[in-house]
């Protein structure tokens, strides 16, 4: 049968039952609604007309819910209800209403003869079955004509009645419920054809279109949050068709951008062009030209102040790549203008493409068109010779920044990899200056700076290899040796001042050792540029340990320890023979603890030093001896240990100070006169003192001599039986009495 005749068959049937249904509506079956009926409701204009058809049909208004945005508006008459139980009747009907519209008919009975009866109308209704599914406890079948979509489903249910009256038992009746569910093609509950919106999960427009066989046809818009219309797309069989445009909002601004595109049945076809959109002006900031989909041609994109200037060939970067500053968009901000192309550019990079790949020779230049950067490319990937150029800068003074064009690195890569030789002839530094007049003080003002020298160096798949040497700008060595691998390696030499010595050496001087793994180790030298000997250490993992010895004229004239890093001890030479020898024994957070010797031909003196850091006072490894020996005697306090030691290693004097003055048990051999005398010390005055016979081993009666240094004077004592008795003179260095005590068993007489 043909389409035609299948639509008039239709035609007629459904005239026909609705004239069956309004002559019957007032008989004894009229609780009973046939597919025809439902047919009519869910068609009527209005609510009430079906309303007012139920009342005369016996059936009663149960219920009704007001919609929302998400939901329908629902209303519910039931059929020979229970008056005993509410919620139970012999059927139930429900109406979905939307903008006050019917538009979905639920039918829920028991009686199978209702179902049955619903059957026998399908195939004069045109009703063909066009899907069937099983669930949980349920059949659904689905049947369509050309107006509706009928799903009618079979469920099991238990009978509420049976359960409450056996509740102890564990057998439940259960019984077939039938639902039969109808609605309109076209309509909101048609999931393939009509008007559609789709809401987000905060109930705000989304997008309207409308559906036809489920596939959109037409207009349709898409909405953000706000309310405002993203996109307009226009569809044809399911494919955007003609004309599209699409909108993004600038937050906080009033500015946005379209972009207008062009399809054919799917495709994108034509020009793609973007454009920014303000109260004041309209510009394009891209355009992209499509052919079936496939980027074709010339384009134009902004990222930016900046406009590149493209080629495509089947969706692919092919030949002439450009880069352009838009200055209007960089003064009065926005994308770069394409529109600006026209206009004299700054033209900031050129570069070629091969199938999508950087290929071939590119340049990048400043703002000035100064140029920065050349080189070629293989891959997408740096290869061969590539030289880099200062860029133009001002001052904050207003002047052209010193070495503006300047070319500062010539290097190679292989793969995109730094390989093989390098040269470098600066690296340059923004140095603070004094802001012009006129600028805020609170500004930072600074000038670049050129530090010219020549390295020469090597690279091996990104890292630091082979032979490396640089040298000042008038050719001066500064360092030479061998990396590997990103590391100092082997051999090296370095032109630097020491850090472990302040000897005076006139004109520069080098150090040369080996490095392993970037690390000093082993012995190092350094050397003047006659080739004379300055320096002589070692280093453990970049540490300097052990005995370090300072050169003059090819003597060794200091010796310096140090305990991985820390400075520990000195001793000053002289025609290879130890003067002095001073030593930290301790230290704190308040004073350092020294032992320092004085040698000489008589013997050795050995005073225990403290010194406050207080004053400021810290040890350095290259200047500590000469900071040492320049340090003011008041601030070298005598603490602890004295002695004073003869040639042949016999002490002469020892004892303890405590703040400069002597304290405790002093023992002072004079050998002249084969006496030795022990004094009690209280801080600085003499308790008691005894005087002992050396040669005879007792006590030393007789004249003792004592030559008071410090005052140029002498001590003539009378001794008894190792204490004073009798008088001590005291004589100036013209033997002339100047004062007189007398004593009595080691007291002196009152």
Known sequence: MSHQKSRSLFTKNYILYTIIF??????????????????????????????KNLLLQKWDYYDSTKGDDE??????????????????????LTLYNYDDLPNRIMYRFRQKEYYTAIQSQLKSFGYGLTDESIHDEKLVATYENMAFVLKIAYKREVDEDEV???????????FTVYEASIYKKGGVFDPNNGFKKDYDENGTLTFEYFLKNSKIEGKATRYNSDGKITALFNFKNGNKHGKNSSY??????????????????????????????????????????????????KAYASRKSIIKEMQYTNNLLEGSYKEYLDMKSVVYGGLGRIDTLSMPKLLLLEQNYSNDKLEGFAKRYDISGVKIAEGSYRDSLKTGTWNYYYDTQTNSDGSTADGSGELHWIVNYKNGLLDGASETFSVSENVIINCPEGLNKDEECYKRVIVRFHLISNYKEDALDGFYEMKRNNGELLSRGQYKTDLKDGKWMHYSISRFSDLDVSGPSYETGNYKNNLKEGPWERFSDDQSLLESYHYKLDKIDGKHITYKNGLPVMNKYFNVEYFKKFEVLENRQQKRSVEII?????????????????????????????????????????????????????????????????????????????DGIWNDLYLNQGVQVTTMW??????????????????????????????????????????????????????????????KEGFIKE
């Not at 939901?71 to 139930?92: E, F, M, S, V």
């Open 586 to 662: 301790s230290e704190n957070s308040n004073f350092y603890t020294l032992k320092d010797i004085f040698y000489s031909g008589n013997g050795t003196e050995l005073l225990t030093i403290k010194i406050d850091k207080k004053g400021d006072f810290l040890i350095s490894s290259a200047n500590f001896p000469s900071t040492y020996e320049h340090l003011l005697p008041q601030l070298k306090i005598k603490e602890g240990l004295y002695e004073l030691t003869s040639k042949d290693k016999q002490i002469l004097s020892t004892g303890n100070y405590v703040e400069n003055l002597k």
């Open 682 to 743: 209280e801080r600085g005055l003499v308790e008691s003192e005894t005087y002992w016979d050396v040669k005879q081993m007792r006590d030393f009666s007789g004249e003792f001599i004592y030559l008071n240094i410090q005052n140029n004077t002498r001590e003539e004592r009378k001794i008894k039986n190792g204490k004073r008795n009798g008088t001590t003179r005291y004589k100036d260095e013209d033997d002339k009495t100047i004062r007189k005590e007398s004593y």
């Open 164 to 174: 409450e009256d056996n509740y102890y038992s564990n057998s439940k009746r259960t």
């Open 71 to 92: 939901h329908y508006d629902l209303i519910t008459w039931a059929n020979g209800r229970n008056y005993n139980n509410d919620k139970k009747a012999t059927a139930w």
């Open 22 to 51: 309004i002559l019957g509506s007032g008989t004894s079956f009229a609780q009973r609604i046939t597919l025809s009926e439902l047919q009519i409701f869910c068609s009527n204009k209005n609510w009430e007309t079906t309303n």
């Open 248 to 297: 993004i909002f600038i937050e906080d601004a009033d500015v946005y951008i379209e972009t207008i595109s062009t399809y054919k049945d799917g495709f994108l076809n034509g020009k793609v062009i973007e454009y920014v959109i303000s109260p004041d002006e309209k510009y394009i900031s891209s355009v992209f030209s499509y052919k079936n989909d496939i980027l074709e041609g």
